[in-house]
Structures are given as C-alpha cells and as structure tokens.
C-alpha cells in the first residue's frame, strides 16, 4: 500500500544544482522521520539528510552548506535541494520514510526506487 516515489534525478555540469522530490502515498499514513541515502557504485548506501516531523534536522558532513533537506507534513513530501554539485555526488539517491503502524511504534522504514544524479566535469 505504502509507495514512495521519487523525481527530480539527472544529469547536471559541477557546480550545477538540483531538487530531488519524494511524495509518499498511502493510506492512514503516520509518517516519523524522512529522509535522502545515496550509493555511488561498488560503495555502500550513506545517509544524506534525515528530517523529522517536527523539523529536526541531521546531515552529513558532505552535505553541510551544500544540501538543504525540507519537508511538507500536509503533502506527505520530503525535499532535497542540492548545490554547487560536484563529480563526488554522482550517485543513485534514495528516499526513505520511517513509517508507524496503525498499532503504533514500532514502525518500518520504506525506500523508495532510486534517482539517478550524475554530476559531470
């Protein structure tokens, strides 16, 4: 029932910028934290950003100055706006969603499929 769907990926010049999107559809949702993972290939997924309902922030040290992680509550949506993207940042980015039960915590996390960036030199 739980989709999380993914878009704003592509191809961009270093220095460039994007806004990745991520809207999460189900029903009866109880949404805890979201947030961004990337995996660059043969290395493992790395957090990106994770935000919490109330607007708690984390990033990683790539990520500081850089990447700004948002999130609107009304429209079940997580954002990440991406900067002066450097060849580094070539990676399939990925959303997640920590999701309660209807039975409350513990939850389960969602993924969403993946949005290819890739940064050229």
């Known amino acids: 029932q739980v989709q999380l769907a993914e878009s704003g990926g592509g191809l961009v010049q270093a220095g460039g910028s994007l806004r990745l999107s991520c809207a999460v559809s189900g029903s009866t949702l109880r949404i805890s934290v979201m947030g961004w993972y990337r995996q660059a290939p043969g290395k493992q997924r790395e957090l990106v950003a994770y935000i919490g309902r109330g607007g708690n922030i984390n990033y990683a040290d790539f990520a500081k100055g850089r990447f700004t992680i948002s999130r609107d509550n009304a429209k079940n949506t997580v954002y990440l706006q991406m900067n002066n993207l450097s060849p580094e940042d070539t990676a399939v980015y990925y959303c997640?969603?920590?999701?309660?039960?209807?039975?409350?915590?513990?939850?389960?996390?969602?993924w969403g499929q993946g949005t290819q960036v890739t940064v050229s030199s």
């Open positions: 997640n969603a920590y999701i309660l039960t209807q039975w409350g915590p513990p939850g389960r996390d969602y």
